[in-house]
């Protein structure tokens, strides 16, 4: 009896070849083998993924010099039905190229992604003074639109894997101010039911408050603070519709299946009038969550039993 083989899957990710947004999908072993499409932007993975036309999209998500991603942050709020599945760490190193002949010395302008620009700034400040910024949309488009000449600028900032897919010469490497820099990328499917807990997870929502009032934010923090959750990352983003009105990406220690996390987000839900549960998933460096003693799923359980026996009679 013959078996058809099942059709590939495909994962959307920020192209072209060469980004490090490729470099965090050849991290996920499902990945390996099944259709990349590399796409030009952030929402256009993710619409990918909501239609079914892919199976996950990679996404740039925190860097250690910005912090949160603020494109990839607003297209999760805004697409619907979707979870985060996985984390992955990538060691950011950034060089400038130019067309084979060029000359550090020729360069005024210089084409790079916003979020790269932004952590060689102190270099730039030093050996090219008084260049001009010509936007990219990828690392990769950079160097591609210096080459082609679609873009107004001498020199690129790229990934140094953009060598092994153009024909570059390189200028200067390891420009980044921050020589531990990384970049923080999820692997986002349509909504599944979270992976198993492994004691070293996280968990990310989008969080609204209730009405604008003084105390607000800490009340949406006491939701963690009293049951001993820590956040890796708070940040506010505008929710649009008017001035003053924010929405608040959040990173949780811990999983939904924990108790703690389960209590906090139905707190949350009885704080806030609109709760995104994005997803809980391993933390990419496996460092297992501290908690103590009065945070463990036994300390709520016997907390639970003890009111039950009240309700029921039972002498405390």
Wanted: hydrophobic share 45%.
């Amino acid at each position: 009896m013959s078996h058809e083989s099942a059709a590939p899957r495909t994962y959307s990710y920020l192209g072209p070849a060469g980004t490090f947004t490729e470099a965090a999908l050849a991290q996920v072993d499902e990945a390996r083998g099944q259709v990349w499409k590399p796409v030009s932007n952030v929402a256009q993975a993710l619409a990918d993924v909501q239609s079914g036309e892919s199976h996950g999209a990679m996404i740039a998500i925190e860097n250690t010099v910005e912090g949160g991603v603020s494109s990839a942050q607003d297209a999760l709020a805004n697409t619907p039905g979707l979870r985060i599945v996985g984390e992955y760490l990538v060691p950011v190193a950034f060089v400038v190229v130019g067309p084979r002949g060029s000359s550090l010395a020729d360069v005024t302008g210089i084409a790079a992604h916003p979020v790269a620009y932004a952590q060689c700034l102190d270099w730039l400040g030093e050996f090219i003074p008084g260049h001009s910024l010509v936007v990219a949309g990828s690392n990769v488009a950079s160097a591609i639109g210096v080459l082609d000449g679609s873009l107004p600028a001498h020199a690129a900032i790229a990934a140094p894997g953009v060598v092994d897919h153009y024909d570059v010469e390189v200028l200067a490497e390891n420009i980044g101010d921050n020589p531990d820099a990384v970049t923080r990328f999820v692997l986002v499917t349509r909504t599944v039911a979270p992976p198993e807990r492994t004691g070293a997870d996280k968990t990310s929502l989008i969080v609204e408050l209730p009405r604008e009032a003084p105390g607000g934010l800490v009340d949406l923090l006491e939701q963690f603070a009293t049951r001993g959750i820590n956040l890796s990352l708070i940040q506010s983003r505008p929710i649009g519709d008017r001035l003053g009105r924010y929405r608040f990406v959040i990173d949780a220690d811990g999983h939904i299946e924990d108790e703690r996390m389960a209590d906090a987000l139905m707190g949350l839900k009885r704080f806030s009038p609109h709760v995104m549960y994005l997803g809980s998933y391993p933390r990419a460096d496996r460092v297992t969550v501290a908690h103590g003693d009065r945070y463990t799923d036994a300390s709520f359980a016997d907390a639970r039993d003890w009111l039950r026996g009240l309700l029921s009679g039972i002498d405390d």
